[in-house]
Structure formats: structure tokens, C-alpha cells
């Protein structure tokens, strides 16, 4: 399913040195913005937007989302994932024709903390000496247990952990097909808590049963969504 997201170029101000893993909050609200380039086969590139909740205490993941693609055209949905031990399900909905398709999610559940493989890269400066002070980390992804191969960063604010941005360079699997990727994605309008998760996690009556058969019209959308869907503030 995935495409992951994630670059951010810095200017390292501070010489790398030994530094705690950290996690962001638990549950927040938060957008996100991903360009996506990739051979398939030939090169191709789109814009991912998200906003939602994000509930790592409860496993849960609500999002809008918008993919926007070179040729003025675009798709939005919204997306629910939630984990548990009665399975891990996503289910991709358009409102507008009530339309919801629910599938099993074989990926692993996004993480709030730096991942336990990640290594220290610096601490740096955005926005000049005054500026933010930020923690870059780099990471290794590898198949069976990341949906896609290659190496990964992760940018989060020096004092808190909030994420500010991802990067990823690598490949994902179309089939057993090794497609090459890039992506960068950065987080904005950061709020800790998720004031109304009614809003964010409540499936409509249309998305109670799996959909089987995928209306023609609608056929591109849901691949769309499927393929480029990234949960976009975590690990």
C-alpha cells in the first residue's frame, strides 16, 4: 500500500553527539504536505495534503486527504485506520458518493518515537541563529517489515519532539517490481489533543460491510488513494 513520505534539507549548526530518542505526543492534530516523485515507469511526481487526527494511544488515524497531480487534476478522500486485536482495517471513503472501501492494512501501525534504529545526525538551526532549533534523524527501511526499502530522516522540534518533516529515498513494490521513489513532506498546524474525535473516527452507515466490486467511475480514485495514501506525522 504504501508510498512513505518524507525530506527536509537543513543546515547542521551543531556537531553530532549522543541524544536521547524521543516520541511526539500521543494525540494530536496535525497537516501535512508530501511531494512524491518516482519512476513508474517512466519519472512522475504528485503533491499528498493532509489534515487529521492522529491517536497513538488508541491506534487510530483520521485524515483528509487531497493528491494532487502534474496535470491539474486531483483526488479527495477521507481516510480512517484503526488497529487492534481484532484486526487492522483502513477504509477509504468519498463522501460524495458514498462510496467506502475497506480493506485489511498490511503495513505496520505508524510509530510516535524515533524509531529504535534510527541514528543521530546533528542538531541544527531553521530560520538562522534565533531561528528553530530542530533534531534530524536517519533510518534504515527494509522489507518484510516496512512496506518499502531504502533510507529514511526524520526532523522533530529539539524540545519537544514535535515532527516538522520526513524524507525518504528508496524503492516500493509494485508486485514484486522494485519502483524507484523520493518523497519530502513537512508538518504544520500542530495541535496537541484531538477535540473532537467523533468527527475523525465515526464510519458512516455506508462503510459497515467490504466492498467487492469498485463502481468503473470511481476506479481510478480508489487506486489512487490506495497507492499514495501516507500517514504523514509519524515514524
Known amino acids: 500500500m504504501a508510498r512513505l513520505s518524507l525530506l527536509l534539507t537543513l543546515v547542521a549548526v551543531v ?17 501535512a504536505g508530501a511531494t512524491v516523485g518516482e519512476s513508474d515507469p517512466g519519472p512522475t511526481a504528485l503533491f499528498v495534503s493532509s489534515y487529521g487526527a492522529y491517536d497513538f494511544t488508541n ?6 486527504v487531497t493528491i494532487s497531480f502534474l496535470n491539474d487534476t486531483s483526488t479527495s478522500y477521507r481516510l480512517i485506520q484503526k488497529f487492534s486485536q481484532a484486526g487492522n482495517f483502513q477504509w477509504i471513503i468519498f463522501d460524495q458518493y458514498k462510496l467506502c472501501i475497506k ?5 505496520p501501525t505508524i510509530q510516535n518515537c524515533v524509531p529504535e534504529n534510527a541514528t543521530f545526525y546533528g542538531t541544527m538551526s531553521v ?9 534530524l534523524w536517519t533510518y534504515v527501511m527494509s522489507t518484510p517489515k516496512d ?75 480508489i487506486k489512487t488513494a490506495h497507492d499514495y495514501f501516507v500517514p504523514l506525522a509519524g515514524f
Not at 127 to 135: Q, R, T, Y
Open 147 to 221: 512496506p518499502v526499502d531504502g533510507t529514511a530522516s526524520a526532523t522533530v522540534i529539539h524540545k519537544n519532539c514535535y515532527p516538522v518533516g520526513n524524507s525518504f529515498v528508496g524503492v516500493w513494490y509494485q508486485g514484486s517490481e522494485p519502483v524507484p521513489m523520493v518523497s519530502t513532506s513537512g508538518v504544520f498546524n500542530m495541535t496537541e489533543g484531538i477535540p473532537n474525535p467523533d468527527a475523525w473516527f465515526t464510519l458512516p452507515s455506508y462503510c459497515q460491510k467490504e466492498v467487492n466490486e469498485i463502481p468503473h467511475r470511481h476506479a481510478r480514485s
Open 127 to 135: 530560520g538562522g541563529p534565533s531561528g528553530l532549533m530542530v533534531d
Open 103 to 107: 480493506e485489511p492494512v498490511t503495513a
Open 59 to 64: 491506534k487510530r488515524f483520521g485524515l483528509n
Open 15 to 31: 556537531a553530532v553527539n549522543a541524544q536521547k530518542r524521543c516520541c511526539t505526543p500521543k494525540q494530536f492534530m496535525a497537516g
